[in-house]
């Protein structure tokens, strides 16, 4: 009985995590101004959901990743800067909140591992050749 019960939990779990709430206003209401909206559209390109993990806020369909949009337009719309938003989200979220993560102490890995991977496979190839070669 206790196992249909967890089942039963586990299963239902998605379905009560979804809010209630209506979505915010500017979720999926795009901003008058097409200039505006473009800036918008622009940095929600850049920003990862934190709930999806894989989708930029601008295509996904989670509740947070609607107030996030509705926050980025809201914004916009009152003339804040872009890189402003964008430094306030990291501030409050961290540096995953962008696919762009600046480069500091943290994300130093990030931004030299394809680089030190890259040298170590051209070594292996160059002594690799030269084997051959002989």
């Known amino acids: ?5 967890l089942t039963i939990a586990l299963i ?10 209506p979505p915010a206003h500017f979720a999926n209401t795009q901003l008058a101004d097409p200039a505006k909206e473009a800036q918008a559209r622009a940095l929600m390109e850049e920003l990862r ?10 295509d996904s369909n989670a509740d947070m ?5 509705a926050l980025v337009r809201e914004r916009i719309a009152k003339g804040e800067q ?3 938003i964008r430094n306030w989200l990291i501030e409050r979220y961290g540096d995953y909140v962008t696919y762009d993560p600046p480069l500091s ?3 130093a890995p990030l931004w030299i591992a394809p680089l030190a991977l890259l040298l170590i496979g051209l070594l292996i190839a160059r002594v690799s050749f030269r084997r051959r070669a002989r």
């Open 82 to 84: 872009p890189a402003a």
């Open 49 to 58: 959901c934190l709930v999806c993990q894989g989708q930029a806020i601008a």
């Open 105 to 107: 102490g943290v994300t």
């Open 12 to 21: 239902a779990a998605p379905v009560a995590a979804d809010t209630t709430l």
């Open 65 to 69: 990743a609607g107030q996030m949009r």
């Open 1 to 5: 009985m206790r196992r249909l019960a």
